[in-house]
Each structure stands twice: as structure tokens, then as C-alpha cells.
Nanobody, 125 residues
Framework: QVQLVESGGGSVQAGGSLRLSCAVSGYSYGRTCMGWFRQAPGKEREGVATIGRYGTPDYGDSVKGRFTISKDNAENTLYLQMNSLKPEDTAMYYC???????????????????WGQGTQVTVSS
């Protein structure tokens, strides 16, 4: 059974940092495209960052230079380091996986087969 479990969310002030983690089990983790997505209240879910099989990252324009996606293949864990957080980063953050290559931005969410339950990030001004 495939499971993606996020952790690391919380409440921070603007300018602060958080590190999200996504533990993956029951899946061929190393051969996937992994991604972070977020959904703010009243808005559609959007891609935040993806990382390919060989570690190539890609980011949404709103987070470039502030967020860093990475993965530890040995630990089957995906990370999202978030720095210089802004109130507009407030959202539920989800990790997801798919078996095909990441492709160009923005990532096609319909091609992501597995999703975590989400972790809430709240940034206050």
C-alpha cells in the first residue's frame, strides 16, 4: 500500500522558515517524479515544486529563490525547505508522486497518482 505522509507544517511569522517532509512507503520512490502542491482557502490547488528521478528541480514563479525541494533516496523522504515565508504562502501543502517524468512547468496534477493528506502552513504578517 502506497503511503505519503507529510509533516513539518505550522505557524510562523513572515520572513520565517519551515521545512516540510514527506515520507514515502510502498512505492518505487526512486523512479518517480515527486512534487509539492498547495491549496489556499478559496483557491485552486497549484504546483509549488517538483523534483525528477535524477534530482532536477523545478519551481513555481512565486517561490523561486525562497523554496528548495530535495529528496533523500536512502530515506525515501521528500523535503521542501521554505525560507522568507510570506502571508500569501499560507495554504495546505501536499506531496505527490507519479511514475512518469516530471515534464515542463506547470506540473499536470492529474498525472500524479499518489497524494499525501496535507500539512497546514500558516504565515502571519
Amino acid at each position: 500500500q502506497v503511503q505519503l505522509v507529510e509533516s513539518g507544517g505550522g505557524s510562523v511569522q513572515a520572513g520565517g522558515s519551515l521545512r516540510l517532509s514527506c515520507a514515502v512507503s510502498g512505492y518505487s520512490y526512486g523512479r518517480t517524479c515527486m512534487g509539492w502542491f498547495r491549496q489556499a482557502p478559496g483557491k485552486e490547488r497549484e504546483g509549488v515544486a517538483t523534483i525528477g528521478r535524477y534530482g532536477t528541480p523545478d519551481y513555481g514563479d512565486s517561490v523561486k529563490g525562497r523554496f528548495t525541494i530535495s529528496k533523500d533516496n536512502a530515506e525515501n523522504t521528500l523535503y521542501l525547505q521554505m525560507n522568507s515565508l510570506k502571508p500569501e504562502d499560507t495554504a495546505m501543502y501536499y506531496c505527490a508522486a507519479r511514475a512518469v517524468f516530471c515534464g515542463s512547468w506547470p506540473p499536470d496534477q492529474k498525472q500524479f497518482n499518489y497524494w499525501g493528506q496535507g500539512t497546514q502552513v500558516t504565515v502571519s504578517s
